[in-house]
């Protein structure tokens, strides 16, 4: 594996990880209805775990509401249990032939403790692109010891994946301030 392999290399798992972060934080709830919070949820659908938007239509009524729509009418009152027992505490309520998922508002001692959930997130992400460096790290250590490259060559290396570093940690950053001023905004 050559020096510029390696990078590219740390730069995709690095970029994976940002991604599980941009996912884990849309699961928090701002407020705001946004059909994205119903994302992670599955029903038992015919015998194997199926999610919520492979087997209705999910939209947004208002600022407040998301509406779902089963496919199939016997759904219904499955998707209505799946919603309320998830970890996101909404009520749902049924409406004929579709289901109203109202978003509550959140209370100042809630919208504390999802940022706390947020900036936590955030921080097990920066552990995780750290190791990542890490790893690099040591498997160019590896390489001048195997008098595959030269130790300047490791030096240079090792400079542009601190470089690398430090741009996904400060993304990490503005992503983490941006989540927190949606969580905080009433």
Do not use: W
Request: net charge positive; with cysteine; aromatic share 2%.
């Amino acid at each position: 594996m050559s020096t510029d392999e390696i990078r590219c290399f740390i730069e995709s798992k690095m970029s994976k990880s940002i991604d599980v972060l941009v996912s884990n934080l849309a699961k928090i709830r701002t407020g705001r209805a946004h059909i994205g919070i119903l994302d992670h949820i599955s029903v038992d659908y015919y015998g194997s775990s199926t999610l919520i938007n492979k087997i209705a239509n999910v939209n947004l009524l208002d600022a407040r509401n998301i509406q779902v729509v089963p496919y199939e009418k016997n759904m219904i009152n499955i998707i209505e249990k799946a919603i309320r027992e998830s970890d996101l505490g909404l009520n749902p309520i049924s409406f004929g032939d579709s289901i109203k998922v109202p978003m509550p508002p959140l209370t100042e001692e809630r919208r504390k403790s999802l940022v706390k959930v947020v900036k936590a997130e955030g921080e097990e992400t920066k552990v995780a692109i750290r190791n990542i460096r890490r790893e690099a790290n040591d498997l160019l250590k590896k390489m001048v010891k195997d008098k595959e490259i030269s130790e300047d060559e490791e030096k240079r290396s090792q400079d542009s994946i601190q470089k690398i570093t430090d741009q996904k940690i400060i993304l990490i950053g503005q992503i983490i301030s941006k989540k927190e001023t949606e969580v905080m905004a009433i």
